[in-house]
């Protein structure tokens, strides 16, 4: 599903114009994407916690040589679900 399909989507169960929906999920993006690099933890209940996760530099290995290639350190986001969503998804 794409945005606009979401978008579509929270205006027909909100009772909001389509504009607005766009707005409001643009907003909740926004906000997310700033509080991840700040370093901020999120969690939204029935979907799961977003938090930004550190990574220590280490060796990788190139697949198609077998080099060894050092990999610098770095941070991800990780996404967490929490076990209601984990349960809907499996029924």
Known sequence: ?????????????????QNDANLAVKALVKVIQ??????????????????VKSRKARVGRNPKTGNMVP???GRKVSFKPTSKLKKLIQS
């Open 34 to 51: 700033d509080g991840l690099r700040k370093g901020e933890f999120f969690s939204l209940s029935g979907l799961g916690s977003f938090r």
């Open 71 to 73: 990999v610098p350190p």
């Open 1 to 17: 599903m794409k945005k606009p399909d979401i978008v579509k989507l929270v205006s027909e169960k909100s009772g909001l114009t």
